[in-house]
């Protein structure tokens, strides 16, 4: 399915299932192709992103902050809120069922074949960014077209997280379709 696209395009949505993965999310999502197109801060779509104020820290953020995910420390100041110590509790069940018995299990590792398992608005970004490579003659799938995607797709949890960090998705859009086409937009 991925033979059109290139290395740092293929790289964006294998980062993206690992984002998912790490968050024990079942599905790979536009907020998850977002993270894995800022996990590559060397590529010159996540020096876009980052002249708009994002970077992989601060996406993360949003996206637990959004749909949630794991927060051990968030977690133990709850539970020590409502009198529980959870240090206590831990050594306790270690003590009882060894050690480590608390811990999360690994992340489900999917075969090389299956791949990861893309939710609907996912699924979308993908199309359209076939289609804009498709529009502007290119049979290479980079990840600027995986932007153009995502912020064309709009609706999905990718596109709300940009706009709510004040990102104009149509200023976005032509930065990216200047830099596809071989120019490095100017910072604005």
Known sequence: MFERFAGAARRTVELAAEEADRLRHER????????GLLAQPQDPVARLL???????????????Q??????????????????????AVREA???????????APAPVKRSRWSGP???????????LALRAAGGQRVRRIETGHLLLGLVR????????????RG??????ER?????????????S
């Open 28 to 35: 790979v999502g536009t907020e998850h192709l977002l993270l």
């Open 50 to 64: 980052g002249r708009h104020g994002l970077d992989l820290a601060a996406g993360r953020q949003a996206v637990a």
């Open 66 to 87: 959004a749909v949630g995910g794991p927060d051990p420390e968030r977690d133990g100041i709850a539970l020590a809120a409502i009198g529980i110590d959870l240090d």
């Open 93 to 103: 069940v270690e003590s009882a069922f060894g050690p480590g018995a608390l811990d």
């Open 117 to 127: 398992r893309f939710g609907e608005g996912a699924r979308q970004v993908l199309v």
């Open 153 to 164: 797709e709009g609706g999905g949890l990718g596109a709300r997280l940009l706009r709510v």
């Open 167 to 172: 990102v104009d998705l149509a200023e976005l």
């Open 175 to 187: 930065e990216t379709e200047a830099l596809l086409v071989g120019g490095v937009p100017e910072a």
